[in-house]
């Protein structure tokens, strides 16, 4: 089991910058999805972002603004870049990995396997 480690969240202004970070341990290639997902108060959990097999999606929402990217070396840490935030972007940002993911089925948290404890990010308008 994977043990992820989100970090980076916080409190910005409309127009901000944020990075979040999803440390990884005890990880193995077997996992080959990794996303970004993120939940605000009373709203279902919203895939952001994803990378799966060398593949990377992102939600309508974040598409344009948002980037996702993982470390090189070790693979071992899970980047969301996010730029020009909007104060709808705020919630609490998840980390997720899954053992295999078929491409189309990346939007649905049910697919998997682990999740991080989350980070809150707030936008003030």
């Known amino acids: 089991q994977l043990q992820l480690a989100e970090s980076g969240g916080g409190l910005v202004q409309a127009g901000d910058t944020l990075r979040l970070s999803c440390a990884v341990s005890?990880?193995?290639?077997?996992?080959?999805?990794m996303a970004w997902f993120r939940q605000a108060p009373g709203k279902e959990r919203e895939a952001v972002a994803s990378i799966n097999r060398g593949r990377i999606f992102y939600g309508n929402s974040s598409k344009g603004r948002f980037t996702i990217s993982r470390a090189s070396a070790a693979q071992n840490t899970i980047f969301l870049q996010m730029n020009s935030l909007l104060p709808e972007d705020s919630a609490i940002y998840y980390c997720?990995?899954?053992?295999?993911?078929?491409?189309?089925?990346?939007?649905?948290?049910?697919?998997?396997?682990?999740w991080g404890q989350g980070t809150q990010v707030t936008v003030s308008s």
């Open positions: 997720a990995a899954a053992r295999y993911l078929d491409y189309s089925d990346w939007l649905n948290p049910v697919y998997y396997d682990d």
């Open positions: 005890g990880f193995a290639k077997e996992h080959g999805a």
